[in-house]
């Protein structure tokens, strides 16, 4: 079950069962998808899209979860995202990791 689901976080982003972060999924599709591993603050998830929307990219679909301080988006997008788009310099943010 453990093997199965680290594989499921590797391939698709979604988590499941971690002791640290929110249980989180999205349908796997064709786009590109980008998780984020932030801080759960306010504004963030503004400051996150923001940089999404000054890059000409759009979101096709997001979710967002929270687990104290910790939140985790995962965001699919139309066409293709050029390195981490400035989404790294935003405070709060641990990780970014496109799939």
Request: contains cysteine; glycine residues 8%; negative net charge.
């Amino acid at each position: 079950m453990a093997a199965s689901q680290l594989n499921d976080f590797f391939e698709t982003g979604s988590i499941l069962n971690s002791v640290n972060l929110p249980e989180c999924s999205l349908p796997r599709t064709d786009r590109v998808r980008v998780t984020i591993i932030h801080k759960n603050s306010p504004n963030m998830v503004g400051q996150i899209t923001n940089k999404i929307a000054e890059n000409g990219i759009n979101i096709a679909e997001m979710v967002n979860k929270s687990r104290g301080d910790a939140a985790y988006t995962v965001l699919d997008l139309d066409g293709s995202f050029p390195g981490d788009a400035g989404i790294e310099s935003i405070s709060g943010v641990i990780k970014v990791r496109v799939i």
